[in-house]
């Protein structure tokens, strides 16, 4: 589990395709603190990690599947993307944000952005089965990273992105057209179903 407070922002040096995808992901992250099999939050998608070096930098290497290719972004990932990383939740960690798993819904497009004041207001189009579960002052995760709705509207929805946020994740590099990596919040798909059940 997560919590979509990006704590690194990673580059990815390497690319191969072995079966499955393989990653070699940059950070800044002590690997000698990561275990073989640890999770890893990768612009909001839990992978594994399957190696870890320092040679010429920190960095770990991941496998992804078809499967995750295909519900993500990673299909447009290519050497030297940055990233928005995230390590697994510990017992006692502060919960800053809200509880993310890393398992992508699917891929949000960035339909317009505008600043106001410092920050900057995104609006996204959602694919349609996904679009119900996202409320006003709701929570979602957008590569990884914990934001809250100010406004729907049909299948779109905005957001805003504060200064220290543009800084600290890969927000501050974003643009119209944009595809990003969307997880709604885990509460509203189970409110959902419940409601599905008592129909």
């Known amino acids: ?9 990673g580059t990815v040096l390497e690319l ?15 690997v000698d603190g ?19 070096g320092t040679d010429p930098q920190n960095w770990f290497d991941v496998e992804i599947s078809a499967e ?20 697994a939740l510990k017992l006692g960690d502060e919960l800053g944000g809200h509880i993310v798993s890393g398992h992508v819904d699917g891929v949000a ?10 920050s900057t207001r995104i609006k ?23 934001l809250t709705v100010n406004e729907v ?4 929805f905005g957001i805003n992105v504060i200064p220290h946020t543009q800084e600290v994740t890969t ?7 944009d595809k990003v990596n969307l997880e709604i919040d885990t509460l509203a798909r189970y409110v959902a179903r419940l409601q599905e059940w008592q129909a």
């Open 171 to 177: 927000w501050g590099r974003v643009k119209v057209g």
């Open 109 to 118: 497009e960035i339909i317009a952005m505008v600043d106001e004041g410092d």
């Open 34 to 52: 990561i275990e073989i099999g640890a999770s890893i939050a990768c612009d909001g998608v839990c992978l594994t990690v399957i190696a870890l």
């Open 153 to 156: 509207e049909g299948t779109s």
């Open 68 to 87: 995750s290719v295909s519900k993500t972004n990673i299909s447009a990932w290519v050497v030297g993307k940055k990233l928005n990383l995230e390590r």
């Open 1 to 9: 589990m997560f919590t979509g407070i990006v704590t690194d922002i």
């Open 124 to 146: 996204f189009d959602a694919p349609e089965a996904l679009a119900k579960f996202i409320a006003p002052k709701g929570s979602v995760a957008l590569n990884g990273t914990s």
């Open 16 to 30: 191969e395709k072995r079966g499955d995808l393989r990653a070699r992901i940059g950070c800044a992250y002590d």
